[in-house]
């Protein structure tokens, strides 16, 4: 093969036979925002390019068994205008409003957004921290993975090549606060994300608390340290200090020509603690 070749897949089984039959060769095409670019900037060559959009059975949000499954052909704009999620996946809801502009929005995918594994991925942080689940399918049959182990590294991950992600899923929480520092205020490539869900209990003690983060690493990541720094304390000036340099201990900034990575360590800080504090305060969908 010279260049790219293009074919539609009719539905989920047949775009599985034709990444198993093309396995190394094929690569999915979802809404194209990004695939677009790789291959302009020749990240990716020689390829049979399947389009995935007339997979139906892969769009939308629906509730099962106590899980919220987002398929993954669901639209980013779908999930900025769901109410559904504004209520029972809140962090979500609020990473999709700030996600590039509405012509993006409308076709960027979920799917899309966590196969690129890219560190800035918006839906990533607010992901994890709902601790969702990946679902991966095969003709080989359907994986389920924890999205923590889903992500190796910038655009590694495990996802197999013969391998398509169908949905991701978790349990319902409406409750926390997802914070993107960028260049500037709209169409920003995140600097910076945060998000926190966080649960008092009745003293104002920290009894859950869940920190993911983007672009502080080479991969989004969960800032398991600085979780563990608040659990069990109020939140004080004094038990978010040590959070703050808790965090630093779970990051590993990049450099990038958008800030280097010591710009990134020292902000990381404030924007987690920001994030915590907006997620502990509530009224976040206001
Ligand atoms: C101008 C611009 C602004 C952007 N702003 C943001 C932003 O603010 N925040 C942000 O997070 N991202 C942003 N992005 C990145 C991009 O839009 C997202 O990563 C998008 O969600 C990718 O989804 P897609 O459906 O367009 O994927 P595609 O471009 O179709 O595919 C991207 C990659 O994912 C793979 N893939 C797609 N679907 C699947 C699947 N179901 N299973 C397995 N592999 C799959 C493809 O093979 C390809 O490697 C921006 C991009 C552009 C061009």
Request: aromatic share 4%; with cysteine.
């Amino acid at each position: 093969m010279n260049g790219f070749e293009y074919i539609s897949a009719v539905d989920l089984k047949d775009a599985l036979a034709i990444l198993s039959r093309e396995a190394g060769n094929a690569c999915p095409v979802a809404g194209a925002t990004n695939i677009v670019v790789k291959a302009q900037s020749g990240r990716i060559k020689d390829k049979l390019l399947v389009s995935i959009d007339a997979l139906d059975e892969l769009r939308g949000i629906r509730e099962e068994d106590g899980f919220l499954y987002i398929g993954a052909l669901t639209k980013i704009s779908m999930l900025a205008n769901s109410d559904l999620l504004k209520e029972k996946a809140s962090v979500l809801w609020q990473a999709a409003q700030v996600f590039a502009d509405p012509v993006i929005r409308n076709s960027a995918t979920v799917g899309g957004n966590i196969a690129d594994a890219s560190p800035t991925a918006d839906t990533a942080p607010a992901l994890l921290a709902l601790d969702a689940e990946i679902i991966l399918q095969s003709v080989r049959g359907e994986r389920i993975l924890a999205l923590d182990q889903f992500f190796f590294s910038v655009c590694k991950t495990a996802l197999e090549d013969d391998e398509l992600i169908t949905a991701v899923r978790f349990r319902p929480n409406g409750t926390g606060a997802f914070v993107k520092l960028g260049l500037r205020n709209a169409m920003a490539k995140t600097l910076i994300s945060a998000c926190a869900v966080v649960r008092l209990d009745e003293k104002g003690n920290v009894a859950d608390c869940a920190l993911a983060m983007g672009s502080v690493a080479p991969r989004p990541i969960r800032a398991r340290t600085a979780e563990q720094a608040l659990l069990g304390k109020p939140l004080s000036d004094a038990s978010l200090a040590e959070m703050k340099k808790a965090v630093l201990k779970d990051i590993d900034p990049i450099e990038s020509i958008r800030a280097s990575a010591f710009y990134r360590a020292n902000v990381a800080c404030t924007i987690a603690e920001r994030a915590v504090r907006k997620a502990a305060d509530g009224h976040v969908n206001d």
